[in-house]
């Protein structure tokens, strides 16, 4: 299959890791990927910080994009959040509802990196190989507004060597929730203490997550409390193998 | 937003009642944040009214289209709310009782108070009060000499502490037992001075200290969970009987509700009266549910007075988004499981409606720029929603609110904002791949000043973020660069 890649904004610019992975893993399986150059971000900053006005360019400059193509996979859950609950909505107060009409349909093959992978392809076992031991932290906008379920966990439970041990209160918030996390530095960083008592509970060498986004904050935390574990995206874990160099 | 042609929304008023803090959401809740006693008694007893309540609603088969239903019937009552009213204030005045209408907060108090002193009374009790919470009702009857007895115990407690409740189920969650001791050693009149902090014997003590009120008060005032419109019934649901007292032996009743606590027949209720209990207190079903039509000759209260409440409400409807947030039915679940709420408690959202409804209904009651910290004061985590029994998208109104926060700002301020300057940067940027790309590469030169990968402070606005968090250094290549490095050749 031809997939897009809508690899976000803060994966091209801070994480390219997480791109590159998402492209070994879906080229070892066989598929074709392209990355339309015009890419830039879903806009969900600006929608999430009162500007949803301004997100409208950004909204149509996506559709325009990745309307073309059958198949657009994205490695963050927030993001393919913002495509697929957002963009028509803010297409429509904006009084556009020719772009709306457009942006529904590319959000309709629009996926998460994990939903596509086992709603779309069929596969849990990838053929990843990552022997550590592993918590998962279910983002909010996976698990509450794409509902991904236990799709990352079948996932996980498939790598070989992976030793997946479950985070307690998982489905708390990290406290990063885009520009809170600096409006509200005092309550973010509440939460997110929190989510790290719980990661460092579980003794993981490595706390995966289907986003970026969350994954920087929690990173960020742990790095300065200077323990050990560390931050690693799914798509990095399922692009792992024997033979792959690296983490 | 959109409002009648030469009506202009009527917002609550300032300088009376309680949906206005002294400070913005960041800075009271840096203050709770700080205060490990109150956090621990919050966390704590969250956790429990939501572990309880997420069992009980595993019971139900049908729980999601029961949430559907509440939607639906809410949203359909709204729809046509005026006329619902219509036949609400005509089938409690057939069955004797008399209908008030306040347009805001003083003017209900100023009704509430006149029809008290016309009794010739100084002495009321009252329960179910979050809205005349909102109105600030205690304090003008007070200036009218009148003393109101809170009858709920947690508004008991909150009342002899002389503090503001910090949740709507249980506005003294963030006491303790030995705290509440001595609370009622210090304020309540003839409490045992041996008094221990187990929870029967502050019960006992509670209990004696509002009998002795119940049997000499000749006046109530309730609040109401449900109004029916076509019989003319209004309905208290609550755990302690005291609710029953204060509306069974007073002479005199009067009620104070907000106009979308309405619903249109006795039917709607079998859905709220399931949705309800099991959401708010983790119950299958309610303690005491009282319901009451008109007055009955020789059966308690021999006169009602109904006062119909605005106060920013009707401003509420105009805007065909927020509007939605008239139809909670106050369960506070939304509050037991939001991780902001958790973590900060009531009080730092200078509002009784504290929570995640609270911040989205205290700005569009008193208008948003009033409040305009507390659309903000949300992760946009999502859990409120899925707790929410009649469905409020919360998170999409939280965000709703903010756009029309910048907007307003916009308005106001010919300068834009420094963050509205910023995210339009961004946006110009982002509308552009080959802009984007430049501002990747001016990011890079960041990069000789992080030590490992990683920044330890960064200026201002981004300081917020490391005071607490190491950020990422830009890589050495974007993804970008890597793919056509690797795949354009
Ligand atoms: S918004 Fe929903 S969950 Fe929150 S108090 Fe109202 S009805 Fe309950």
Known sequence: MKVALFVTCLADGLFPEVGRATVTLLERLGHEVVFPKAQTCCGQMHTNTGYGRQAVPLVRHHVETFEEFDAIVAPSGSCVGAVRHQHAMLARKAGDDDLAVRAEATASHTWELSEFLVDVLGVEDVGAHYPHRVTYHPTCHSLRLLRVQDKPLRLLRAVRGLHLVELPDADQCCGFGGTFAVKNADTSTAMLADKMKNIMSTRAESVTAGDSSCLMHIGGGLSRLRVGTRTVHLAEILASTENSVGR | MSTFLGMPAIHAPRGVGGLRGDESFPKAAKAALGDTQLRANIGRATRTIREKRAAVVEEVPDWEELRLAGQQVKAATMARLDD??????????????????????????????????????????????????????????????????????????????????????????????????????????????????????????????????????????????????????????????????????????????????????????????????????????????????????????????????????????????????????????????????????????????????????????????????????????????????????????????????????????????????????????????????????????????????????????????????????????????????????
């Open chain 2, 84 to 489: 619902h009213l219509r036949t609400l204030e005509e089938a409690v005045t057939r069955r004797g009782g008399v209908v008030h209408w306040a347009r805001d907060a003083n003017e209900a108090n100023a009704i509430i108070a006149d029809l008290i002193l016309a009794t010739g009374e100084t002495e009321v009790v009252k329960v179910k009060s979050m809205v005349t919470q909102e109105i600030g009702l205690n304090e003008a009857l007070e200036a009218q000499g009148i003393t109101a007895t809170e009858t709920d115990l947690a508004e008991l407690i909150v009342q002899l502490g002389h503090d503001k409740p910090s949740h709507i189920l249980v506005p003294a969650i963030h006491r303790n037992r030995a705290e509440v001791r001595e609370i009622f050693l210090r304020e309540m009149p003839g409490v045992p001075p041996d008094l221990t902090d187990d929870p029967r014997q502050l019960a006992m003590a509670a209990r004696a200290h509002l009998r002795q009120k119940f049997l000499t008060a000749k006046v109530a005032v309730s609040g109401a969970n449900f109004a029916v419109a076509d019989s003319g019934t209004l309905l208290v649901v609550e755990s302690e009987g005291n609710g029953r007292m204060c509306l069974t032996l007073p002479e005199t009743l009067i009620t104070v509700m907000g106009i979308e606590k309405v619903v249109p027949t006795w039917q709607d209720l079998e859905v709220f009266l399931q949705l309800l209990p099991r959401s708010s207190t983790g119950e299958r079903m309610n303690p005491y549910t009282s319901a009451w039509t008109g007055v009955t000759p020789g059966d308690g209260p021999q006169a009602f007075h109904l006062v119909l409440l605005d106060n920013g409400r009707t401003a509420t409807l105009g805007d065909h988004v927020g509007r939605e947030v008239l139809h909670c039915i106050k369960c506070s679940a939304c509050m037991n499981v939001c991780p902001v709420y958790e973590r900060t408690g009531g009080h730092a959202y200078g509002s009784v409606y504290p929570g995640p409804i609270g911040a989205v209904l205290t700005p569009q009651l008193t208008g948003i720029e009033d409040n305009s910290s507390l659309p903000f004061a949300s992760s946009l985590c999502g859990a409120c929603f899925d707790a929410c029994p009649v469905r409020i998208d919360i998170p999409s109104l939280l965000v709703h609110l903010r756009e029309r926060h910048t907007e307003e700002q916009a308005k106001e301020h010919r300068l834009p904002t420094p963050e509205a300057a910023a995210l339009s940067l961004v946006g110009w940027v982002m509308q552009s791949p080959r802009r984007f790309r430049m501002a990747e590469t001016a990011l890079r030169m960041a990069r000789p000043f992080a030590r490992s990968g990683r920044f330890r402070s960064l200026p201002f606005p981004l300081s917020a973020w490391t005071t607490s968090r190491d950020a990422p250094a830009p890589p050495p290549e974007t993804f970008r660069e890597w793919w056509e490095r690797t795949r354009d050749q």
